[in-house]
């Protein structure tokens, strides 16, 4: 059954456990760059994620992703069967550590927790509503098991919103968010602030 594979490892990373001929496309989105400039004071400019921003680059992503899945290029025949037939995709994040500097809260924090909390919660929402509108647009995902896949403990943690919308409108990709590790793309990303304090 197609949701009810036996994983008996993940990759070294351990950031995606997956049956040993499917994929996952991956991208992150940078944190550091969601951010808006709402005033300023004696110490510099004064940052609030940029909440409309996020959406639309969330978005953007899912859509990306899902596409790049279309227009590969599969050196094995039985990868792509899956990775079609599944449409996993990842987008996960880095530059946390940037936007806290820039909202001037401790990485680690309470308030840092609580905001990071919703961070997060708002990649998941936004990312299934975007697979939710793509299989609107262009159908789900070909293995897409609607009852099985709504008995998924994840799936039945998501808002009751976006559950019944999955069970009305079906789902474009298995899988939406991961973080895997951003060391490399994280040291090619410029700094978060150039020398006059705004965001590059």
Request: charged share 20%; hydrophobic share 35%.
């Amino acid at each position: 059954h197609i949701y009810s594979k036996r994983i008996k490892a993940t990759n070294p990373c351990g950031e995606q456990p997956i049956d040993q001929n499917s994929t996952c496309n991956l991208s992150a989105v940078n944190f550091g760059r969601m951010l808006k400039v709402v005033g300023d004071d004696e110490f510099g400019a004064l940052y609030e994620i940029d909440w409309d921003l996020l959406q639309e680059t969330i978005r953007t992503g899912v859509r990306f992703l899902d596409n790049v899945i279309d227009a590969s290029f599969y050196f094995d025949e039985t990868m792509k069967q899956w990775q079609q037939g599944e449409r996993r995709v990842g987008l996960g994040g880095l530059g946390v550590a940037d936007m806290f500097i820039a909202l001037r809260v401790r990485y680690g924090s309470d308030e840092g927790n609580e905001i990071f909390e919703k961070l997060m919660n708002f990649l998941r929402n936004q990312s299934y509503l975007m697979s939710i509108e793509l299989a609107q647009e262009k159908g789900s995902f070909p293995f897409f098991e609607r009852e099985v896949f709504m008995e998924s403990g994840f799936v039945q943690r998501l808002p009751y919103h976006i559950r019944q919308m999955i069970r009305n409108y079906g789902i474009r990709n298995l899988t939406l968010n991961t973080f895997a590790p951003t060391g490399t793309t994280g040291s090619l990303t410029p700094s978060l602030l150039d020398i006059n304090g705004s965001v590059s």
